[in-house]
């Protein structure tokens, strides 16, 4: 079992940015793949950028060149730092650990996911 408590979220200007944490409760370095995914009323939950246990990463197209992923392996933290945000961005984030999809670039897997956080609000203004 893993436990995983998001943090970070809130309100900003466009153009603006957030740090997200995602802490789990395991060594976050034995989990084979993370990922932060995102949702908005009416919309289906949509990946948004993905961790592999050797550091590897990914990220949609519509975030590529702003958000970037990092892990601290001290702190059982997975970070997703936001920048040059956008209204588009505006969402409910979730952090996800488990599956094993990863390994073959299927990392926005939503079913492969065992644990998911509870979510953080990102709401950006225009």
């Known amino acids: 079992q893993v436990q995983l408590v998001e943090s970070g979220g809130g309100s900003v200007q466009s153009g603006g940015s957030l740090r997200l944490s995602c802490t789990t409760s395991r060594y976050i370095a034995s989990i084979n793949c993370l990922a932060w995914f995102r949702q908005t009323p009416g919309k289906e939950r949509e990946g948004v950028a993905g961790?592999?246990?050797?550091?590897?990463?990914t990220y949609a197209d519509s975030v590529k060149g702003r958000f970037t992923l990092s892990r601290d392996n001290a702190k059982n933290t997975l970070y997703l730092q936001m920048n040059s945000l956008k209204p588009e961005d505006t969402a409910m984030y979730y952090c996800a650990a488990g599956g094993s999809r990863c390994y073959r670039g299927d990392y926005f897997r939503q079913s492969d996911y065992n644990y998911w956080g509870q979510g953080t609000q990102v709401t950006v203004s225009s």
């Open positions: 961790f592999r246990y050797d550091g590897i990463t």
